[in-house]
C-alpha cells in the first residue's frame, strides 16, 4: 500500500503546527536607522548614507576565545528595499584574496558575512558571504541551490579592506514578524581568527541562532517582503555523433510557488543536469561502496534530507539521492511551518517511482528534536518502504545525546527482524575538542535501495576524540591537533565483521605548512566470511591548505587483502595570473600481492579554470585513469565502485570536457563539451539556456 501524496503529507504538516511565538530573545539588540534610499555600494564608506548607520564592531574571537587581534566596524542600515551592510576591516598580515567570480572557492579566500534569520529561531537561515574582493557566496536553509543576485563590492586599502553589501528583502524568506536574528562574521585565514559580534560562553557555532543578536527598525514592507513565483524554462541544443545521442534538442521547466511565507510548491519537467556535472572519479583503494555529491538541482535542493543526528555514524543515510536515476518528471514540497521543517518529493522515472517525506520538529530553544523521514521506492513487482524516528537533546553548547529507530519493509526483506536499525549516542564537544560516540544495530536487511547503508548487519560501537591546542597569534606553530577513533562491530553470526582504530596527529604552521601522521589498522568480513586487513596510514605534507592555491603531497601504505598497498597523491593548483588557475594531480596506486605480483594504476588530471568576471567563468579538464587496481579476494564485499567487481583487470580510459558558464539576474547560459563526471569522454557539445520568470534562482 502505498502512503500518502506528498501534497497531502505536506498540507497535514502544516496543518498540525501552530503559528510561531515571537519570542522575545534576550541577545544583543541593534536597531538600525531606515533612511529613504540606501548608500551606493561601491567598497567604500563615502556616501553620507553610511553616516546614519548604526555601527557595532565584531568584539569576540571565537576561535582563540579572547579579544580579536584586529578591528572590524560594521555599519547597518535599510530602506524599503533592502539591509545595507558595511564591514571596515583592519588587517596588518598577509590578505588572502584570489577568488573573482562568485560562487567559486567558498571558504578558500578571508571573509566577511552576515547570518540573517527573517522567521526567528526556527525559521530559515541565510548566509551572506563576501571576499576583501567583494567576490561573493549566498547559502540558505531554504534550500541549497539558493543564488539569488545580491550586491557586494570590495576594496582593498592600506592595512585592511572595505566592503559593502546590498542584501534585498525580497530574497529571503521570513514570517512577517518586525525583529530578526542576525550575526556578523569574520574569518582569517591565515590566523584562525573567527571573529563574531554577539557571543556567549561556551558557544561553540557562529551560524547558531541561538547566540545571534536580533536586529530592530526594519519598515514594514521590508518584513513582510517574500519571493514571488519562479518558473525557470530551459533549452538545450546537443550535437554528437549518430552512434551516440545525435543532434538533439529538448526543453523542459523548473518552478517553485509559495504556498504560504516559508512553504513552497517545486516541481521538475524534463529535467536536464547537462551543465552541472562533476568530475568525481577516484582510485583511492576502498572496499566500501562510494560516496559521491548530489549535484543535480532537483534533489540538491532539499537541505533536510536526514534530520537525526548521528554520533561517530558507519555511513548510514536512509534518503541517498544520487542511487535515485533521473526522473522524467518530479514533484516537492519543502518548508517550514512553526517549529516544523520538512522536504516531501515525488520522483517520477522509468518504471520507477521514489518518494521521500522528512519532517523535523525542534524547540523555539533547539534544545529538543524529534525526526521523521519514510523513503519509499516502487517498480513492478518491486517495493521497497523505509521509516526512521528520531530524537535529540542538547544544551547548544557542549553536549547532546540522541536516539534513532528505523524499520525497512519490501520485496528484499525476506526476515523483518534484520531489517531494522537501533542507534544511540552521545557527544560533549566545543570549538577545540569532541569526544563522542554511539551504540549501534542494524539488521542485515536494512539497506534501502534509495538509501546508503556502507555495511549493513552490524551490531557494536564507535568512539572518536579530538583536541585541538591553539597558540598565540604570531607564534610560529599556529595548533596541534590531536585524534583518535576506534569502532568494533559484530554480524549476526556473533563474529566480529568490522574493526578500525587510528591514531593521528597534526601541525600547522603560521605560514599555513601542515604536517599530519597517522596510524591505526581496520579490517572488513568479505562475503566469503574472512576478517581481511584494509588499512592505509600514513604522512601527508600540504601548503596553504584551505586557500584557493594549497598543494599537497600524501603517501599512505598498510595491509590490503591478501597483500601490501602504497598509493601516492600529489596535487597543487597555481595561479596564473590574477584570474587563472592550473590544478594538477598525479595519484598512483601499488599493490604487492603475496603471490609474487603487482597491480599498478595512475590518476592524472589537469584543470584550467579561467575566471573570466563576477558573472562568468570558463573551464576545461583532462583526466586519464589506467592500470590495475587492487584486489582484496577477488572481489568487493559491498556497495558498487568505478571499477565492476571480479577479478581485478587492467582499466583504461581518459576524459576530456570544456565549459563555460555565464550567469545573470533573470537568466543563465552554459556551453558544455562532454561529460566531466564519465570515465571516458562524451563527444558532444551542448548549448543550455535558462530563463527565469518571477522569482530568483534558488528562491
Known amino acids: 500500500m502505498r502512503r500518502p501524496t506528498i501534497l497531502v503529507l505536506g498540507a497535514a504538516i502544516a496543518l498540525l503546527c501552530s503559528s510561531p511565538a515571537y519570542a522575545v530573545s534576550q541577545r544583543p539588540q541593534l536597531a538600525i536607522p531606515h533612511v529613504a534610499k540606501g548608500p551606493a555600494i561601491d567598497g567604500t564608506l563615502t556616501d553620507e548614507a553610511w553616516k546614519s548607520a548604526k555601527h557595532v564592531t565584531l568584539a569576540y574571537d571565537l576561535r582563540h576565545k579572547t579579544l580579536p587581534s584586529s578591528k572590524t566596524d560594521v555599519y547597518v542600515l535599510s530602506d524599503d528595499a533592502a539591509l545595507y551592510v558595511a564591514f571596515d576591516a583592519e588587517q596588518t598580515g598577509e590578505i588572502v584574496a584570489n577568488q573573482h567570480t562568485d560562487d567559486v572557492g567558498f571558504d578558500t579566500d578571508d571573509e566577511v558575512q552576515v547570518d540573517l534569520w527573517p522567521g526567528g529561531p526556527n525559521g530559515f537561515r541565510y548566509l551572506f558571504t563576501a571576499t576583501p574582493l567583494g567576490t561573493h557566496y549566498q547559502h540558505s536553509s531554504e ?46 585565514v591565515k590566523t584562525d581568527d573567527l571573529l563574531v559580534w554577539a557571543y556567549e560562553n561556551g558557544q561553540s557555532d557562529h551560524n547558531d541562532v541561538v547566540y545571534a543578536g536580533t536586529l530592530n527598525g526594519l519598515s514594514t514592507s521590508a518584513a513582510s517582503a517574500r519571493p514571488k513565483p519562479r518558473i525557470g524554462l530551459f533549452g538545450v541544443a546537443e550535437a554528437a555523433a549518430a552512434h551516440d545521442d545525435g543532434n538533439t534538442t529538448r526543453s523542459g521547466a523548473d518552478v517553485s510557488i509559495p504556498l504560504t511565507r516559508t512553504t513552497s510548491f517545486v516541481g521538475t519537467f524534463h529535467p536536464d543536469f547537462s551543465n552541472v556535472e562533476q568530475d568525481q572519479q577516484s582510485i583511492s583503494p576502498t572496499v566500501y561502496r562510494r560516496f559521491v555529491n548530489e549535484v543535480r538541482p532537483f534533489f540538491a535542493q532539499m537541505q533536510l534530507t536526514n534530520p537525526f543526528d548521528c554520533e561517530v555514524c558507519p555511513s548510514v543515510n536512509e534518503l541517498y539521492t544520487p542511487g535515485i536515476p533521473t526522473p522524467k518528471r518530479g514533484y516537492a514540497l519543502e518548508g517550514s511551518q512553526g517549529p516544523v521543517t520538512f522536504n516531501a518529493f515525488n520522483a517520477i522515472g522509468d518504471r520507477r517511482t521514489d518518494n521521500a517525506y522528512t519532517a523535523q520538529w525542534r524547540n523555539e530553544q533547539r534544545t529538543l528534536g524529534f525526526g521523521l523521514q519514510a523513503v519509499d521506492t516502487f517498480a513492478p513487482d518491486f517495493a521497497d518502504r523505509l521509516t526512521t524516528l528520531g530524537a535529540f537533546a542538547t544544551d547548544r553548547k557542549h553536549k547532546i545525546v540522541y536516539l534513532n529507530y528505523g524499520w525497512d519493509r519490501g520485496t528484499n526483506v525476506l526476515d523483518n527482524a534484520q531489517g531494522q536499525r537501533l542507534d544511540a549516542g552521545a557527544a560533549y564537544y566545543g570549538t577545540d575538542y569532541y569526544f563522542g560516540g554511539g551504540v549501534r544495530k542494524i539488521g542485515g536487511y536494512y539497506n534501502p535501495v534509495a538509501g546508503f547503508i556502507a555495511t549493513p548487519d552490524v551490531a557494536g560501537w564507535s568512539f572518536d576524540g579530538d583536541r585541538t591546542f591553539r597558540f598565540k597569534p604570531g607564534s610560529w606553530l599556529k595548533s596541534a591537533e590531536i585524534n583518535g577513533f576506534i569502532e568494533r562491530y559484530h554480524g549476526s553470526d556473533g563474529r566480529l565483521d568490522r574493526t578500525n582504530n587510528d591514531l593521528a596527529l597534526t601541525l600547522i604552521n603560521k605560514n599555513l605548512w601542515r604536517v599530519q601522521v597517522d596510524t591505526g589498522s581496520t579490517y572488513l568480513k568479505l562475503q566469503d566470511g574472512r576478517m581481511t586487513p584494509v588499512s592505509l596510514a600514513g604522512i601527508a605534507l600540504s601548503y596553504r591548505g584551505g586557500t584557493a592555491t594549497p598543494t599537497a603531497f600524501v603517501f599512505n601504505h598498510g595491509r590490503y587483502g591478501d597483500g601490501n598497498i602504497a598509493t601516492f597523491d600529489r596535487n597543487t593548483v597555481l595561479k596564473l595570473g590574477p584570474i ?120
Open 143 to 188: 534550500n541549497s541551490v539558493y543564488a539569488p543576485k545580491w550586491q557586494s563590492v570590495g576594496k582593498l586599502r592600506p592595512g585592511g579592506y572595505t566592503v559593502t553589501m546590498r542584501i534585498p528583502f525580497n530574497v529571503v524568506r521570513g514570517d512577517g514578524r518586525p525583529n530578526w536574528q542576525i550575526q556578523f562574521v569574520r574569518f582569517v
Open 580 to 699: 587563472t588557475q592550473l590544478s594538477l594531480q598525479a595519484f598512483d596506486t601499488v599493490w604487492y600481492a603475496d603471490a609474487g605480483y603487482r597491480n599498478v594504476q595512475w590518476l592524472e588530471r589537469v584543470a584550467l579554470t579561467r575566471n573570466i568576471s563576477r558573472e562568468a567563468s570558463f573551464a576545461i579538464g583532462w583526466r586519464r585513469i589506467i592500470g590495475t587496481p587492487p584486489a582484496v579476494a577477488n572481489y568487493y564485499s559491498y556497495g558498487t565502485t568505478t571499477f565492476p567487481t571480479g577479478p581485478a583487470s587492467f582499466y583504461s580510459a581518459s576524459n576530456v570536457s570544456l565549459a563555460y558558464a555565464y550567469h545573470r539576474k533573470r537568466d543563465e547560459l552554459f556551453l558544455v563539451y562532454g561529460d566531466a563526471s564519465a570515465p571516458s569522454t562524451k563527444p558532444a557539445v551542448i548549448l543550455k539556456y535558462v530563463y527565469y520568470l518571477g522569482g530568483e534562482k534558488g528562491t
